[in-house]
């Protein structure tokens, strides 16, 4: 212990003084906080061929110096040894208007600045970054990257919705009476009901949709839509649709007789529009305009923010993103990109939560990206929501995804105020519906589940997924990591951890394995004192097993399948082997059972081919049906005095030549099968004097038997 204690400290003071060598590398001063971020591996990043490869604005270049400096707003002459027509601040100027810029001022001061060059080229660009990053004056430079909405028009009605006679109040329930809500297939799939049964959302919770704007006079938005506090980083109309589309899902107002709902019937959605009507697509966005919007949004307060653009689409780094997530201290919800691209994570962001896009038949929609970098999936395609001019229609995409995130990231925080982003994104993470299409593509595994979300009955916590059972107890579900060797915790996120193991349920019957195939060792803490049904299950690689030391029962096919294992530390508390436990562990040679196991039933050891030994119990009571069926390599058994049944229980045992029974009188229920197909046994020993009462025994009476 006191190695491996030493060790820990050796390593953690090496890490300390990799991280402050690094630091000192990236910066020398300490008032300089900024370019100590920009380290060589991040300057690697931001410099990388690929990232050039997406689409940019022409003739403009963002740049970081590593000093303030002042410079005249347009230029007369070259500046850091490029042709500057123009110069403008990058960063946000006040909280009211994150775009001010004292136009009569004809200087500019700041270490972040927007350069238009003389060339308005791409080329022009590409040609001023090779002259700055090697100036020792500039932290990085790079592009002004261009980006677009993740949905489109997926047609269907548009129609405006004609309202229906309203509720009483006493009427009023969880599902509620908007007319189009049987067509949101997507509030159904991720149970909305359920959850709004226990919240439907709150005012209090500001949510800010970063989009093509809204049409804030929409009749089932107008209620939820605060366009005061807004911001219009272009022309504020939502020409488009999209963003009005997405905030229809956050928040179309609930049972009040119009269209639809959204996830909340109650909430603050901010419109800040970062979507340019003027680009070519009428839609597009940029590096500057993202940052500049989470900037305002967390100057003006907002909790949740949703982001339905390209922005993290395929893996590209882009700083400013990065800079704008960092800053904003709330979550971000962005669309995961529609381009079917499998990228890792780009952004080593807390706060931020990324959305594929799932089918009505929990699949994964053929256009979207999935892979490390991605959350969980929602519904995206063929939603229903509004559209402007009191219109609704459907659309599909990423875009559709992550606004049914956002809305449950809302809900949550009007129902649990107190969570953080941490708290809300492994909860959205840890209760997701497990789809089996789905594994491996997202962090999750699976779709968002708001009943699951609100109620905390299944969780993650890094790689582990449980679920509560009461008080602060918890089973741990699954393992998620990578390691061959698995050491669960004894305690998990506060909950202390009794269990392991997949309640049964509608998706689960009969339980479920807890951890992957490829793991080949599994070490439990003695706190478990409970195992679900099917715990391992056909895992083929798994070798080796130490038990908790307060477990007492071994339930249904614990080990079944699992052809690799050849060692079980059994717990001194063991009293009963379930059936089907040992089904089929190829691999099994001997195994000893502690003296506590009195039971042992039906084909618990059925097809163990290798066992060759085992030790009984000497308090052991029942050996239930065909419990041995098939243990062809079984050489020798004794049955203990305390033995009461022995039925069918070593059937084709076709290696066993010696048994013997330490008890004087033969167990009260033995069955005459008991040894069927045990080809080569002639001869039964007992203890002296006993001979005749075994003898006494009609289907005996074929074997020799001899008092020892």
Known sequence: MKRFKSCILFLSLLLLGLMISDNIQAGNTADNKDDKKITPKKLEKIYHPDNYKNDFEPGTVIVKLKSAVTTRRAPSSSFLGIDVKKAEELAVANKAEPQKIEKNSDSVRGTELILTLERDTKQAVLDAIDILKENPDVAYAQPNYLYDVEGQDSGGSSAVSEPVEPKTQNDITATPNDPRYSELWGMQKINMPSAWDLSKGSANVKVGVLDTGIDYNHTDLAVNVYEGLGYNFYDFTDNN????????????????????VGVNWNTYIVPVKIGNENSSTGTASDSVTLRRALMYSE??????????????????????????????????VGAAGNSNSNYNNTYNCDNLILVGNSTQSDGKASDSSYGEAVDIFAPGTSILSTIPGNGYGFMSGTSMAAPHVTGAAALLKAYKPSSTNKDIKELICGTAMQATALINKCEADGILNVQKLLTDESRRIGDFSFQRLSGHEITITYYHGSNLTVIFPSVLGGYNVTELGTPPSAQFPYGAPVVSTAVTHVIMPD??????????????SLQYVYLSANLNYLPFSTFNGCSSL???????NLETIGTNVFLDCTSLRNITLPNSVVTIQSFAFDGCTSLQQISLSSQLREIWYAAFIRCSSLQSITIPSSVERLEFAFPDCSSLDNVRFMGANPPAYFTSDTF???????????????????????????????EI
């Open 241 to 260: 649709g999209h963003g009005t589309h997405v905030a229809g899902t956050i928040g179309a107002k609930g049972n009040n007789s119009l269209g639809v």
């Open 566 to 572: 050849t060692d079980v530390v059994l717990p001194n």
């Open 527 to 540: 706190s478990v004192n409970n195992l679900g049904v099917c715990t391992f299950l056909s895992r083929t």
């Open 676 to 706: 069927d197909g045990c080809r080569l046994l002639s001869t039964i020993y007992v203890p002296w004097g006993a001979s005749a009462r075994y003898r006494s025994l009609q289907f005996l009476m074929p074997y020799r038997i001899v």
């Open 299 to 332: 100057n003006i307060g907002l909790h949740v923010v949703n982001v339905s653009y390209s922005f993290f689409d395929g893996g590209q780094y882009d700083i400013l993103v990065e800079d704008g997530l960092n800053y904003f201290s709330g979550i971000v």
